[in-house]
């Protein structure tokens, strides 16, 4: 019925999550609140661990990108189901040291990270740089010989590839901030000078084309182009790729209006692709890293809210105001995305008042989603938000002061706390 099979309406007419009311835990928990399905989390991994073993062999392993989704317990689960991860930052490098992640398999991204990102980085052993360009390569060069280490690195290109996704997720073209781009010559480049280095590694490639991606195409079009440089720069440097890293980009299902997609299947049809073109190219299949944030937490989460003010202007719009809003999940009001959103009060009754869910700050843009369909709503009624779990907490703020909601795991009918919400104290902790 719904767009995702942990979400369903018990007997009561309320909406549950992973088997568990949701009007229960917002009243156990307070609202707002974000509540994330375990179950589906280690499910997602699941996909991508086993989808890797049979159509890669031993020679693959899925990352976890951690922007998607950043605090200890994920990093717990993630240790857990053997998958590796991507980071951005000290603070999402020292997230999963504190949750006990040894960082052997994470890789570190970003388009400029500082001397201090660096320094830290190799002193806590960081398996990968992700190298964005030659003055970070020579940096992390300098840093490595002052700590009396080998960098092992993969250089991140940019193939040239537009995924169709919206701007703003798009990365992989050739204007992009990201990376070293093959087209105008500075790919070549910066994997000579890694060659030249004594206290770097170079590992392999790695690229990233976009996020909320539901065809194989653009991933096929990637493949084809970075095992075309690889081949490229064997022939010209003498040097063979170890590692090729596609980065994330497989979507979610936010509404109806995006389809049910194979992930198993692409990938599949992926691993046929990359082996045929190794084989033609005459280059061994390189170890295959796959980086997915959204599809491993997005389908794992939800957002509960109470509603509060409900406005009706005659002959204009209504409005159901909520106790949440761009401070806990800033994409309507950054992309514009679309939700599915639900009276889990009412989730039994017919959707037919047109509204617009809108959050509590003072800013005419916080705004949930627009011109939906919920049944009648009053004060009082749990509003629950889908798909939430993948770039919200993650992008949360504290804009007008408001608390940062806690996260609560669901597991096979039990719940904890992962995260606590944040409290006034909290607020002005940092304050002198
Ligand atoms: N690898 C790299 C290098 C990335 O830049 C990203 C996402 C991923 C992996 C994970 O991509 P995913 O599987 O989640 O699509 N804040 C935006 C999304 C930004 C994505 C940034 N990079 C949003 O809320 O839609």
């Known amino acids: 019925m719904y767009i995702c099979d942990n979400v369903n309406v018990n007997e009561k007419g309320n909406l549950t999550f992973a088997g568990q009311d949701t009007l229960e835990l917002a009243a156990k928990y307070g609202t707002p609140l974000y509540i994330m399905d375990e179950e589906k989390i280690r499910f997602n991994c699941n996909i991508y ?39 951005v930052s000290s603070g999402e490098i020292y997230t999963a040291l504190k949750a006990g992640f040894s960082l052997e398999n994470a890789y570190f991204h970003s388009n400029n990270k500082t001397d201090k990102d660096i320094e830290f980085a190799i002193e806590n052993k960081i398996g990968y740089f992700v190298v964005d360009n030659i003055e970070e ?4 060069n300098y840093e490595a010989e002052k700590q009396g280490i080998t960098q092992k690195v993969l250089l991140r290109i940019t193939p040239g590839i537009d995924p169709h996704t919206f701007e703003a997720i798009s990365t992989g073209k050739v204007d992009s901030k990201f990376g070293s781009a093959i087209e105008t010559g500075q790919a070549e480049k910066i994997t000579e000078e890694a060659l030249k ?44 790729a170890k590692q090729l890293n596609l980065g994330g980009g497989y979507g979610v299902r936010y509404t109806e209006n995006d389809p049910v997609f194979d992930i198993d299947g692409s990938i599949k049809n992926v691993a046929q692709f990359i082996k045929e073109k190794s084989a033609e190219i005459g ?80 800013e005419s843009g916080d705004i949930i989603q627009e ?18 779990g993948a770039y919200n907490y993650s992008m949360a703020s504290n804009y007008n002061r408001i608390g940062k909601p806690p996260v609560v795991m669901l597991n ?21």
């Open 49 to 87: 661990k086993n989808a890797f073993k049979k159509y890669f062999g031993d020679n693959a392993l899925p990352l976890f990108a951690s922007k998607a989704a950043s605090f200890k317990r994920l990093y717990e689960i993630m240790k857990d189901e053997k998958m590796g991860i991507d980071v």
């Open 137 to 140: 390569l020579k940096r992390i």
């Open 197 to 240: 280095m004594s206290f770097v590694d170079l590992s392999g490639f790695h690229c990233h084309i976009g996020s909320q991606i539901f065809e194989t195409e653009p991933f096929y079009k990637a493949v084809a182009v970075m095992l075309d440089f690889i081949g490229s720069i064997k022939t010209k440097l003498g040097f063979t």
């Open 283 to 362: 280059i061994e299949v390189p170890k295959i890293l796959m980086e997915p944030g959204r599809s491993i937490v997005g389908n794992a989460g939800m957002t509960l809210y109470t509603a509060g003010t409900v406005k009706i202007i005659p002959g204009f719009k209504s409005y159901v105001s909520i106790d949440g809003g761009m401070t806990d999940n800033p994409r309507y009001a950054l992309y514009k995305s679309a939700y599915t959103v639900i009276n889990a009060s009412k989730a039994d009754k017919t959707a037919d008042f047109n509204c617009s869910v809108v959050g509590r700050c003072c």
């Open 371 to 388: 011109n939906i369909m919920l049944p009648q709503t009053g004060r009082g009624d749990i509003i629950a938000v889908l798909t939430t």
């Open 412 to 432: 096979k009918g039990a719940n904890y706390i992962a995260v606590k919400g944040e409290t006034l104290e909290d607020i002005v902790r940092n304050d002198i």
